[in-house]
C-alpha cells in the first residue's frame, strides 16, 4: 500500500514562490514515478509534473514549464515541488500521485483516470 502526503501549501502574492513536499511511504521510492497534479476551483484534476528515479527523468506540463520544478531526496523518501512565478490561475489543491501500471517507467504525463494512490492534497492560493 502506498502512501503520499503533501504539505507546504499557503497563501501567496502573484509572483511569489512556494515550496511543496511529498512524503512516500510503503514502497521502494525508485519503484515508481511520482507525479503532481493540481485541482482548482471547478475545474478537473490536471497533470502537472512527473520525476522518475530511472535516470533522473522529469517531464512537465506546458502551463509550468520555466516556472516549476520537481526534484527529490532518495534518502527522504520525499519529493519537491518547487513553485516559481507563481500566477492566480496556479491556485488549487495539489496533490501528487502513483500509478502502478509505470513501474520502473521513466517520467511521462500521467492521466487522473490510471492513478492508483492519491496524498490528500495541499492547497495553494495566489493572490492578484
Known amino acids: 500500500q502506498v502512501q503520499l502526503a503533501e504539505s507546504g501549501g499557503g497563501f501567496v502574492q502573484a509572483g511569489g514562490s512556494l515550496k511543496l513536499s511529498c512524503v512516500v511511504s510503503?514502497?521502494?521510492?525508485?519503484?515508481?514515478?511520482i507525479g503532481w497534479f493540481r485541482q482548482g476551483p471547478g475545474t478537473e484534476r490536471e497533470f502537472v509534473t512527473a520525476i522518475s528515479w530511472r535516470g533522473g527523468s522529469t517531464y512537465y506540463a506546458d502551463s509550468v514549464k520555466g516556472r516549476f520544478s520537481v526534484s527529490g531526496d532518495n534518502a527522504k523518501n520525499t519529493v519537491y515541488l518547487q513553485m516559481n512565478s507563481l500566477k492566480p490561475e496556479d491556485t488549487a489543491v495539489y496533490y501528487c500521485?502513483?500509478?502502478?501500471?509505470?513501474?520502473?517507467?521513466?517520467?511521462?504525463?500521467?492521466?487522473?483516470?490510471?492513478?492508483?494512490?492519491w496524498g490528500q492534497g495541499t492547497q495553494v492560493t495566489v493572490s492578484s
Open positions: 510503503g514502497t521502494r521510492f525508485s519503484t515508481y514515478p
Open positions: 500521485a502513483v500509478d502502478t501500471a509505470l513501474r520502473f517507467a521513466a517520467a511521462q504525463a500521467m492521466d487522473v483516470s490510471s492513478i492508483d494512490y
